[in-house]
């Protein structure tokens, strides 16, 4: 069935996530009358059955956090009844036991109205989504839910912070519990043929470490296996200076350990360049994960189509694509919110494609010819990959000029599209042809269904761009040389704030990762020259 399994690390990932399995349960039709899904809910879901006997669909996915990082989620994801725990511990102890419990934390009125049955909870603001849980849609197996005592949640005493205290945990945890046969194995096994993994995580502070060895360990368990990992960064403009510093840093570890081992490593940072049609409270994770969200699922959705439907493009077709040259395994995010009104039918499909600028050309090849090159550079409203708030629109509008696309996936969804029939030998050869032409080389995917607007989302959208339920989004994933001035941005960074018995390893590992960006392409400007 091509699963994906998820592990979430961490509450900033969290949040992430919540919003992509909030959307994945939307997917689910209930209705008979209504068209059937284009998705194929077996990728993320798993069925199973409840205490009663009742069937169950639950998220394949292992969610991690810290102490009181779960807010008012039950203990075992609100759907199955554990019985009497301390009874149960009386088994293992007939002495005396003195109980001691923190006060649990109340559920959200958007909680308590969903278990209550109403149809219409009460709306969400950036005042009541205190933690991810406020404003999850889902029951999660009790498998899923893996609570970590260690460290308490924004904790000022003992932060997990440093990447190093990540690393140090994992070995504690792998070493007490052995983490891949407790909390992998038992989902993987259950799989008919694995897709993949894909790790949220965020890599600038001390979950980067934690990541690292948990990918290190997967990698060597499943040699072949897709490993995708989204890297999530704190907006560069939070927090004292000092801070921003150790989280430069810390991202910087996170892409010299993790790049080489995972199949993608993709940056999610909060974007310096913010649209006028989106209006987003950097403050609120809420809000930022909601727009990481809408992107990351858009462009993933292609893993999950049902076959036949549509076209459907697994994760290692992804990487097929954009890791042409074989060590191009980092690429960078983007999007745009499309206006649904300028496209409602294949008749002026292909008009209205070439009026918005944010639209791509259907052509299903996946192949860019000479007279397309600027196409394929151009860039979407939205980038993802971290940059100093100095970036302005009219920088943005020079991308495309200083910067050089190796390859690119796209994910349109919202429109619809004649989808063209195509030869898939012819195919492979132009795709050969580009490669040694050095010319990028575009995959392209379509989904009519737009990206569902749901009452837990955050209020982000203007309402010009989508119909208060929806909105259609274009989403891209690029391998580009872009990825290399990031990089060296790192290695200068790391060569004047990292201790020098590291400075020479990381800096280098880092330098080798830039001239994967640089080989075969001079944009001929001297910006960020040495």
Not at 238 to 262: D, E, F, W
Not at 459 to 473: D, F, R, W
Request: charged share 25%.
């Amino acid at each position: 069935m091509h699963e994906i399994l998820t592990l979430q690390l961490g509450h900033r990932a969290n949040y992430l996530a919540t919003h992509f399995w909030n959307t994945q349960e939307s997917y689910f039709q209930y209705d008979a009358s209504n068209e059937p899904s284009t998705v194929d809910h077996d990728i993320h879901f798993r069925p199973g059955q409840g205490p009663t006997g009742e069937d169950t669909y639950t998220p394949r996915t292992v969610i991690y956090d810290l102490k009181g990082g779960f807010g008012g989620l039950r203990k075992w994801g609100g759907l199955y009844d554990q019985g009497d725990i301390e009874g149960d511990l009386k088994n293992f102890w007939d002495g005396s036991a003195v109980k001691q419990k923190d006060p649990p934390i109340p559920q959200s009125e958007y909680q308590r109205a969903l278990d209550g049955g109403l149809h219409q909870p009460p709306k969400l603001n950036t005042q009541s989504v205190r933690y991810w849980s406020d404003f999850t849609r889902v029951f999660y197996h009790p498998r899923s839910i893996v609570h970590i005592n260690d460290y308490e949640l924004r904790s000022t005493i003992l932060p997990f912070e440093k990447w190093t205290s990540g690393e140090e945990l994992f070995g504690k945890l792998d070493k007490d519990h052995d983490l891949l046969d407790r909390d992998i194995r038992p989902w993987a096994e259950e799989c008919d043929q694995m897709q993949g993994i894909q790790i949220f995580a965020s890599d600038d502070d001390a979950w980067g470490g934690f990541s690292s060895k948990y990918i290190e360990s997967l990698r060597d368990e499943y040699e072949k296996t897709s490993l995708w990992f989204w890297g999530l960064e704190e907006d560069v403009n939070q927090g004292q200076r000092a801070k921003r510093t150790l989280r430069t840093v810390n991202t910087a570890q996170s892409l010299h350990a993790i790049s080489p081992l995972a199949s993608m490593y993709i940056p999610l940072a909060t974007p310096s360049y913010i649209p006028p049609y989106l209006s987003i409270d950097r403050s609120s994770q809420w809000h930022v994960a909601g727009l990481l969200s809408t992107t990351v699922e858009s462009m993933t959705l292609p893993t999950r189509q049902k076959p036949g439907l549509l076209k459907r493009g697994l994760l290692h077709d992804f990487e097929a694509s954009l890791n042409s040259n074989g060590n191009q395994r980092i690429a960078e995010l983007q999007c745009s919110i499309v206006d649904k009104s300028r496209n409602r039918s294949n008749e002026h499909a292909s008009s209205t494609a070439a009026s918005d600028s944010r639209m791509p050309d259907s052509n299903h090849l996946g192949l860019v010819y000479e007279d397309e090159v600027e196409k394929a550079n151009s860039k979407l409203d939205i980038s993802f990959m971290s940059s100093d708030t100095s970036q302005t629109a009219l920088s943005l509008r020079q991308w495309e000029k200083s910067n050089h696309v190796f390859a690119k996936v796209e994910s349109i969804r919202g429109f619809t599209f004649v989808e063209e029939a195509h030869d898939e030998e012819e195919a492979a050869t132009s795709r050969k042809g580009r490669r040694l032409a050095s010319l990028p080389m575009v995959e392209k995917y379509y989904n009519p269904s737009p990206f569902p607007i749901l009452d837990s989302f955050p209020q982000i959208i203007s309402e010009a761009l989508s119909t208060g339920q929806s909105t259609a989004v274009h989403g891209s994933l690029l391998t580009t040389s872009q990825i290399s001035k990031w990089t060296r941005a790192l290695q200068n960074i790391v060569s004047r704030m990292v201790d020098v018995a590291d400075r020479e390893a990381l800096a280098n590992g880092l330098g080798e990762i830039a001239e994967a960006y640089e080989e075969g392409w001079d944009s001929g400007s001297d910006v960020d020259s040495d």
